[in-house]
């Protein structure tokens, strides 16, 4: 699109990185013969992929526009970049940044991109990327060039790669860490950036990096490989090593990582990461994506024999002398601040004293504080990069850092440059304090960009950070520092497990309305390195979210114990009060047309799903009823996880399936039987095998929960498979909402 | 120089009272009705930015935004594709655009007359740094043709041009009538 991308390839040669061009100029090539028609679009799609290129909403070419599907004429006709992907269509470019490390050039780089080819707004993704928006395929050469000229790489942003390797914000300043975990994490993320035994895998594959056990920063437990900084005496001398997990995973159904070894030596870390990544490639899931993650490799084989299969690769490994070649410069590893320390402690207005209370830190080296940079829903300005840039330049020595909150910290701060900071960053909007407190609030695009979104949840968040801004919780430190996290679906982008308060994107139907929804799922711990995971507990309406905010937030208030924590109160309240506190939040006031539109999109949703008329009344179809009924008792289920009734619990939800699938089953066989075997062979050919029950984008993933539960429904639970089930049991319910919805209210009612 | 992706902003009076939420309907209705020249794509919501791109009506072409870069709230046009033609022509294009846009929104009942031109206020920048660098020796090559332009727009009233000279800008001018203008005239002026 942009008329000087010949200009930049030309004056870029030569000053680029010679790897990372040579990558660029067959990326190139590759969009060349796409367009030309002689690559493959499937094969093309996975070369983009790879290099971060995705697809943006309503790149199929069609769009809802509120009062029909507009077929979108783009000029270049039906070519495609991809399955059912036009080429013309805005797509996003995703920044890989190791660590989140960054210095003042790459900030300026960052913004110029951001303003020239996508909408002037850089977004700050959960595991520490950039994503640009709206970007036309053809300009995403010449980002790369320019990103590589400033020594950045889209490679491997996305495919069935090794995504972005995450840290610790705080490495290095952190008064709790063992020792800093970035140069480990960058040596991580450099020895398997095109690693041959990395390119055969049949998912993503992330890793992340914590200094502690205590804190979020790091989030090792719901990563593919965890690495968390631990040290022991060996013959009187301190010897740096990581606690290793494997098999986390966030996704459709949570999995926590599991324990791989309590300590691998350091000059082990790159070999161990390497055989465990080979025994992924070897051994794991291909065919069927939703169970090709890491974390199902290591639930089927346990992890008692994945630890076997991995050392064995171990020994097989031909020696790479890249494995302990960082070793002394990471021993070696500082950041230097560029002005002296001062621990005089500084003053200034109410508005300064509450930035200073929340969105600072104060480092493990004397005099010195990490400064928070929180972005409204990750956003931020070409501008604004640049005068973060000129800041981090005048008071450090460029030390800034992304963070898995979508916020921006800087290191080595002086304490006493505070209120100049303070000052610098307000005056470019940068200074909003609540870093890390509930208006924080967490986001992934949503229905905004992201063709997998189902609700709206960057425009619930702006609603929510609006209205807790303006109810001001810092008299209520407790509330104050809860965590909202919200994803678009199902698929956890936004890590609503690992939230005090959690909300996916649902959508349900009411009185033959499509109606966008948010399942509200709490109990998740965000501590801890996300210590553990929330379940669903109802389904509401995307209007009434901030309602359930108030009134859970309002609840604990007045019946928390002394010291309690919003888990432990919610634990303690149990599943059976919450439903009831929210039951009458569940369903849309009659009437009221606001609830058939989302937050920020006032399109009605779904609107093929509409008849003519107003919603006058609820006229709920016998299908609804017993969607209703499967929905109670995966609520049962939880009740009884909730009490120690494991085997209970997973065989509630099992039924709960049944019952979701039989409520459809009904539609074409009103007389089908109970029997569980009939359900799920009618199921199958009605369907499954019809793909009517298909996701656009999970494929059949949902039907294999049930039918994989039906075929162990006689195996004893276990808490974990409990647990898992009860979580797929919500999922294949809401599945069977969203197929009731595509089928239409003929059938319906 | 061949200039490409010129951006053309229209200020409006007083910014403050301008609320941006109405205006998301409206660009829905401009998505529904095809009602540019530009394919319609999807609208981008940034009101909790601030100082930023405000609310964007993406298109393929061209995008539309009410856009509050540097505090200043004005109808922007951002031409992303090429456009044969001369410099002249693509500063006319783009400034059609973007006052035909301001005429929509001027007569959109939904917003209440509240988003309006100021009569005086424009922003022109080059939205590509290798087309356009922001130095002095571009500024010296461009100017005698961007006066040519404003000249035919104001149709010899006076304006004054003051150049955004930070290097690591976009190349920009932002050009002041000394008297007041509708858009109307304006279009009147540039297509006449």
């Not at chain 1, 494997?246 to 999995?255: E, F, H, N, R, T």
Request: negative net charge; charged residues 25%.
């Amino acid at each position: 699109m942009k008329a000087s991308n010949a200009l930049w390839k030309e004056h870029l040669a030569g000053k680029t990185p010679e790897d990372l061009a040579r990558e660029v100029d067959i990326f190139d090539a590759e969009v060349a013969l796409r367009k030309q028609g002689k690559l493959d679009e499937r094969l093309f799609a996975e070369t983009r992929l790879r290099r971060g290129v995705y697809g943006q909403r309503y790149d199929n070419g069609q769009r809802h526009d509120g009062a029909k599907v507009q077929e979108m004429n783009y000029p270049s006709g039906t070519l495609t970049k991809g399955p059912s992907t036009m080429w013309d269509a805005p797509g996003m470019q995703r920044i890989k940044i190791p660590a989140g490390g960054l210095d003042a050039g790459q900030l300026e780089t960052l913004a110029e991109l951001a303003e020239e080819y996508s909408d002037g707004i850089a977004h700050v993704t959960t595991r520490q990327d950039f994503q640009l928006h709206y970007v036309h395929i053809e300009d995403t050469p010449t980002i790369m060039r320019r990103l590589a000229a400033a020594k950045i790489t889209t490679r491997e942003a996305c495919g069935n790669s090794v995504r972005n390797v995450t840290a610790c914000p705080y490495a290095g300043t952190c008064r709790d860490e063992v020792f800093d975990v970035t140069p480990y994490a960058k040596a991580l993320s450099k020895f398997l950036m095109g690693h041959p035994d990395c390119q055969n895998f049949g998912r993503k594959f992330k890793p992340a990096f914590s200094g502690c056990a205590q804190h979020a920063c790091g989030l090792t437990s719901l990563h593919d490989i965890g690495f968390l900084a631990v040290t022991r005496q060996e013959n009187g001398v301190e010897k740096r090593g990581f606690q290793v997990y494997v098999g986390g995973g966030l996704g459709a159904v949570p999995y926590m990582a599991k324990l791989f070894d309590s300590f691998v030596p350091v000059e082990e870390i790159l070999p161990l990461t390497q055989a465990v990544a080979r025994v992924f490639a070897r051994l794991g899931e291909k065919r069927n994506r939703s169970r090709a993650r890491i974390k199902f490799l290591v639930q089927d084989l346990g992890i008692e024999k994945f630890k076997e299969v991995v050392r064995e690769e171990r020994q097989t490994l031909p020696a790479d002398p890249r494995w302990t070649s960082f070793l002394k410069d990471a021993e070696e590893f500082a950041e230097v601040p560029l002005r002296p320390g001062d621990e005089t402690s500084s003053s200034g207005g109410e508005r300064f004293k509450r930035w200073l209370e929340t969105n600072t830190r104060p480092q493990k080296q004397p005099g010195y504080v990490v400064v928070t940079v929180a972005l409204p829903l990750g956003d931020i300005t070409a501008n604004q990069l640049r005068s973060l840039a000129d800041i981090v330049r005048k008071f450090t020595m460029e030390t800034v850092r992304t963070t898995v909150e979508q916020n921006f910290v800087i290191r080595w701060v002086s304490r006493r440059d505070l209120p100049e900071i303070y000052e610098a960053l307000d005056a470019v909007g940068l200074a909003d304090p609540g870093a890390g407190t509930i208006v924080d609030v967490v986001t992934c695009p949503g229905t905004d960009t992201c063709k997998l979104g189902i609700s709206s949840s960057r425009g619930l968040a702006a609603e929510l950070r609006k209205r807790l801004a303006e109810r001001n919780f810092q008299s209520d430190e407790a509330v104050e520092n809860l965590h909202i996290k919200i994803s678009g679906c199902f698929n956890s982008c936004g890590q609503h497990h690992i939230a005090d308060l959690g909300f996916y994107g649902v959508s349900r139907k009411v009185g033959g309305y499509a109606v966008p929804h948010f399942q509200v799922v709490l109990g998740g711990e965000w501590e801890h390195n996300a210590g553990s995971y929330g379940l669903p507990v109802a389904a509401i309406p995307s209007k009434n979210v901030p309602k359930v905010v108030t009134r859970l937030t309002g609840r604990y208030v007045e019946g928390r114990n002394p010291g309690e924590s919003f888990k432990d109160f919610i634990k303690r309240i149990g599943k059976a009060e919450l439903k009831s506190l929210l039951e009458d939040l569940a369903r849309p006031p009659a009437g009221d047309r606001s609830y058939f539109s989302d937050w920020g999109d006032p399109r009605e949703y779904s609107l093929e799903d509409m008849g003519t008329g107003e919603c006058a009344g609820e006229i709920v179809s016998s299908v609804e009823f017993d969607l209703g009924a499967a929905e109670r008792e995966v609520f049962e289920a939880q009740l009884a996880f909730e009490n120690g009734q494991i085997e209970q619990a997973g065989k509630t939800a099992y039924r709960a399936m049944l019952h979701g699938a039989k409520a459809l089953v009904k539609i074409v066989n009103p007389a089908i039987s109970d029997d569980a075997d009939q359900i799920v062979i009618q199921f199958r050919k009605d369907y499954f095998d019809t793909q009517k029950f298909w996701d656009p984008f999970a494929g059949g993933k949902f039907a294999h929960y049930l039918f994989d539960a039906h075929q162990k429904a006689g195996t004893p639970h276990t808490s974990d498979s409990s647990r898992y089930l009860i979580d797929e049991a919500q999922l294949f319910i809401d599945a069977a909402h969203s197929c009731y919805n595509k089928l239409g209210s003929s059938v319906a009612v | 120089m061949e200039l490409q992706h010129v951006n053309v902003k229209f200020l409006v009076s007083d910014p403050q009272s301008v609320d941006l939420e109405p205006l998301i309907p409206v660009f829905h209705r401009w998505i529904q009705g095809q009602v540019c020249e530009e394919l319609l794509l999807d609208i981008a919501d940034y009101r909790h930015v601030p100082e930023g791109p405000g609310v964007v009506l993406i298109g393929h072409q061209a995008d539309y935004s009410l856009d509050n870069t540097n505090n200043r709230l004005g109808v922007r046009y951002n031409r992303k594709a090429s456009l044969d033609g001369t410099n002249r022509d693509r500063f006319r294009q783009a400034a059609c655009s973007a006052l035909q846009a301001c005429q929509r929104l001027e007569a959109e009942a939904a917003l209440g007359g509240k988003i309006r031109f100021n009569g005086r206020d424009i922003d022109l920048f080059i939205n590509d740094r290798m087309l356009a660098p922001n130095g002095e020796e571009t500024r010296q090559r461009l100017d005698p043709e961007l006066k040519v332009f404003f000249d035919t727009l104001f149709r010899g009233t006076a304006y004054s041009m003051t150049y955004d000279t930070d290097p690591r800008h976009l190349l920009g001018v932002s050009v002041r009538a000394s008297q007041p203008f509708g858009v109307t005239d304006l279009i009147h002026n540039l297509v006449t």
